[in-house]
C-alpha cells in the first residue's frame, strides 16, 4: 500500500518545486502550475482524509492520530486552496 502513495505523494512534490521555479518559465506556466498547484493541494488533503478514514476503519486511532497531526501542513494547504480549487482557478 505505500508504494501507491509514494507515487502521488512524488507528484505532489514535483508539482511543489516546480511552483518554485515558475516565475523564470514565463506567464502562461505560471498560470498552469498554480492550477496544477491547487488542484494537488486539495488532492493531498483528500488523501490525507482518506489515509485516516483507513487507519480508523483497521482499528488504529492513534496511528490515524498521528497521521492528523503530522499532516497538518497539508490541511492547511487545502483549506487555503479549497476556495480557488471551488471557483476553477
Known amino acids: 500500500m505505500l508504494r ?3 507515487i502521488p505523494l512524488l507528484l ?4 511543489r518545486l516546480l511552483a518554485l521555479l515558475s516565475p523564470w ?3 502562461g506556466w505560471r498560470r498552469a502550475v498554480r492550477r496544477w498547484t491547487v488542484a494537488l493541494d ?4 483528500a ?3 482518506g489515509l485516516i478514514g483507513l487507519l480508523l476503519w483497521r482499528g488504529e ?3 490515524a492520530l498521528l497521521l492528523a497531526l503530522i499532516a497538518m ?3 492547511i494547504g487545502a483549506y487555503r486552496a479549497l476556495p480557488a480549487w ?3 482557478e
Open 61 to 63: 486511532p492513534w496511528g
Open 12 to 15: 505532489i512534490l514535483g508539482v
Open 73 to 75: 501542513p497539508v490541511w
Open 4 to 6: 501507491w502513495l509514494a
Open 47 to 49: 488523501m490525507i482524509l
Open 25 to 27: 518559465l514565463g506567464a
Open 42 to 45: 486539495v488532492a493531498g488533503g
Open 86 to 88: 471551488w471557483r476553477g
